[in-house]
């Protein structure tokens, strides 16, 4: 069966004419979109596109194909926009959070969700920002709390919100309130895996290295464990959470704020009409950076 996934990646790779370029319209990696074109092709019993030197064209059965594809994905969007209008609960927004999204944020956008979209049923989800953003590309996802930078494929975005971090050390590492990171020596930073959100990642351990050229990094799978560890002795933990604290942990604030978390809001421009208006969005990321 054809799929609204298919549609997508064959509209996407005419237009592109680049597997890389139409992976990331998408929003999508490159293996699960050349598998999504080769189960097209055999649903339609043509090849639609010839392979070049890194470039795609569309085959005469392509461009016989490609404006019925186009009328079948508009026709998609507008049972999606039909279904919404139509809901007598109201729609359903789906929201996912970022797991470095503080819960106080977290919940201030799911409150702002209900309270500026009339009728609304409000769920929640937290995963990695690279999972947000497929979610909310293919539809599962309404909106999404990510962290920046990330590679959106096309998804619309909301200005990015700063929220201020600080530093968890073991007790007595540090006796001032306010501290500069290459004062924290000896101990390495607790970091999230990178593939949650590489360039975030990669902005974050840039901007370490610069601030703070000795003392390394360990990889731990969330806050808690990295709080565990300041709690142990055995590492420092950059956090926007205000309330994440334990007995034997030091909260400090950070000279010059050098790492703030960097979220923002994502949506897709054709699923979701009722978040389209200027101010419901700006509503939105009023309470993410709240």
């Known amino acids: 069966m054809i799929t609204e996934r298919h549609l997508q990646i064959f509209i996407a790779l005419a237009e592109e004419q680049h597997f890389g370029d139409a992976a990331r319209a998408v929003g999508i990696t490159q293996p699960p979109l050349s598998q999504g074109l080769r189960r097209l092709e055999a649903l339609v019993g043509s090849k639609l596109f010839e392979r070049g030197a890194g470039r795609v064209e569309l085959t005469p059965a392509g461009v016989a194909l490609l404006p019925y594809a186009r009328r079948a994905l508009t026709s998609i969007e507008e049972l999606h926009q039909a ?74 975005a909301g200005p990015v919100s700063l929220l201020p971090t600080w530093a968890l050390v073991p007790a007595a590492t540090v006796d001032t309130e306010v501290v500069a990171l290459r004062q924290l020596k000896g101990l390495p930073i607790a970091v999230r895996p990178r593939a949650e959100a590489p360039a975030a990642r990669d902005l974050f351990l840039d901007t370490l290295a610069l601030h703070r050229p000795d003392g390394g990094t360990v990889v731990v799978t969330d806050e808690r464990a990295g709080l565990a560890m300041a709690a142990a002795g055995q590492a420092i933990v950059v956090t926007a959470d205000p309330a994440l604290i334990a007995p034997g942990v030091g909260r400090h604030r950070l000279a010059d704020d050098p790492l703030p978390l960097r979220l923002r809001l994502v949506w897709s421009r054709t699923r979701t009409p009722f978040l389209r208006p200027n101010d419901v969005m700006a509503q939105l990321t009023e309470a993410l950076a709240s």
Not at 124 to 136: H, I, K
């Open 83 to 156: 279904a919404i209008a139509r809901d007598p609960e109201g729609p359903e927004i789906r929201l996912g959070l970022a797991p470095e999204v503080p819960p106080s944020a977290g919940a201030a956008v799911a409150a702002a969700c209900g309270s500026v979209i009339p009728g609304s049923r409000v769920t929640v989800v937290t995963a990695p920002t690279s999972s947000l953003v497929n979610q909310v590309g293919t539809g599962r996802l309404t909106l999404a709390a990510v962290l920046h930078p990330a590679v959106l494929g096309g998804l619309e």
